[in-house]
């Protein structure tokens, strides 16, 4: 890992495909604050890039849209920051997709780390994590869920699954953007002594 | 500290007094999702009580109009999770009253530990604030601020300054919301081993 950039990790948060309330397959709505509170969060942490997925065309325009206001419209004067942060966002039309980019960067494929909210067996914990995407060769990828996460054939087709974060309850419903930045300060944060 | 729980450890979300982009004192617009998904982090965590501070009287009914419609309302059927977070969420006209209604429950006034995105001289590290909230007959108060940060008058205030978050990068624009769910975890989540 360089200094201060995780060059080989990656984020991509999927719209499609995941379950609603009742457990069928949809898409979710791309929502404003996904794309901002994890864009600063990736950007605070180094990350070297973040996908938003969704097959929705009208969807992307909406976020292209929002994203440009940031990059290069009035956004991107009135808060030069939040364009730095919005720098890393791009939109893609499946995981499919965002693992053949990486790929044509990295000429392999990133591995897939899926985080969800439920216990799975296998799972692997933070700090084997942690260790594991020092490995500076090989790109890693980080799956996040929207609406009641992401479907099983994903997490089935995923490459590791994170043990879900546990607070000090048996209550686990954190948002996305939250949860979010718990996965990240615990994978690539800087720790006292580090 | 209880098996489940931080009995002694509260949150407020000030929206005044703080800065705005040019360092002016105001006072923020409360944010839907800044009760939501702080609430849902402070559930996660077991915290005792999140109070939204601000003075201004239709920004706390607009609150409370929310705040019922999850945990009385459509809401509360429609998502039961969600009433559970909402349950912790008090409005408060200010910072004091704040720690006079934890003085009211606990006899003693609360300990305040302020997080600002800057670096403080002076400021305690995680593992010792860590240490610190397990001594249980002491109610302590975590302040975060909105806009562009509290006022120097409230950091000179408080208690304790806890160190900022620091990512990899020289870059710390956090949302407050994925602050606050780095902070608890940092502060009161399950290690492993734990």
Redesign the interface.
């Known amino acids: ?1 360089t200094n ?3 060059p080989n990790f990656y984020i991509a948060l999927l719209h499609y495909p995941v379950y609603d ?1 009742n457990k069928r397959v949809v898409c979710t709505a791309v929502t404003n ?1 996904d794309i ?2 994890i864009a ?2 990736a ?4 990350i070297a890039g973040y996908y938003l997925v969704t097959p929705l065309k009208k969807q992307q325009v909406l976020v292209k849209r929002i994203i440009s206001h940031w990059r290069s419209g009035f956004g991107a004067k009135y ?1 030069p ?2 364009k ?2 919005l720098e890393l966002v791009s939109i893609s039309d499946s995981l499919h997709d965002v693992c053949e980019e990486i790929r044509g960067k990295w000429g392999i494929s990133p591995k897939t780390i899926i985080a969800d909210a439920k216990s799975i067996k296998g799972s692997i ?3 084997n994590a942690r260790e594991m995407i020092k490995e500076e060769s090989q790109p890693y990828l980080l799956l996040l869920g929207t609406g009641w996460g992401v479907t099983e054939d994903i997490i089935g087709n995923s490459d590791y699954v994170l043990a879900p ?11 996305v ?6 996965i ?3 994978l ?3 720790r ?1 002594g580090d």
């Open positions: 890992m201060d950039r995780c309330k604050l901002h509170d600063r969060t950007r605070t942490f180094g808060n920051k939040r730095d942060a914990d933070y700090l974060i546990r607070g000090i309850t048996d209550y686990y419903h954190l948002s953007r939250s949860a979010a930045a718990i990240l300060d615990r690539v944060g800087k006292q």
